[in-house]
């Protein structure tokens, strides 16, 4: 019984910040949209609410999100500075040095190795290709790019924010 409360407290948790976000980036009031956002959230929120709010006790999900919000000030500055450096890179072509860089994380969860992905990804010069037992590949568009991949400095503190233990990474 408490299960079943649990889940629909999630699934409609879930609901209202999806609508919140489908009213503030949609920007049309009307009736269609209205009613078209409330059928999307409801479906997404239906299938997927325990992606956002998995069945953890809700003092550690806040913590969480507040890793997370902590996270991301630091992720634009690198993606800023990711886009210095591809900028750099257009006018002195001879510095592109495409290769794909592979590397083990010690990320145990998927929401976690996720994460870490498209942190690379939305990184200018990095795209996560492939993620398999926990092996990173990634192509990287020059050499710096490659050792801020291996560097290790985004994983820890991906793992900073899903409180994963602080084991070292595997080469």
Not at 7 to 33: M, N, P, Q
Not at 55 to 83: D, G, H, K, T
Not at 91 to 117: C, H, N, W, Y
Not at 141 to 166: H, I, N, P, Y
Request: glycine residues 6%; contains cysteine; hydrophobic residues 50%.
């Amino acid at each position: 019984m408490i299960e079943g409360r649990s889940a629909s407290f999630r699934r409609a948790a879930t609901f209202a910040i999806l609508f919140v976000f489908w009213l503030v980036f949609s920007g049309h009031f009307d009736g269609l949209h209205l009613g078209l956002g409330f059928v999307c959230c409801a479906l997404v929120a239906a299938l997927s609410y325990d992606l956002l709010l998995p069945n953890a006790s809700s003092r550690l999900w806040l913590s969480q999100m507040w890793r997370f919000c902590l996270y991301i000030p630091w992720l634009l500055r690198e993606i800023v500075a990711a886009n210095f450096h591809v900028v750099y890179l257009v006018f002195r072509p001879g510095q592109i040095r495409p290769q794909i860089v592979r590397f083990r994380t010690r990320l145990k969860s998927d929401m976690a190795r996720v994460a870490l992905g498209n942190s690379i990804t939305l990184t200018p010069g990095t795209i996560t290709l492939d993620i398999q037992d926990g092996e990173f590949h990634v192509h990287a568009l020059s050499e710096k790019a490659a050792q801020a991949v291996l560097t290790g400095d985004m994983e820890s503190r991906v793992r900073q924010v899903f409180l994963e233990s602080s084991d070292e990474r595997e080469a």
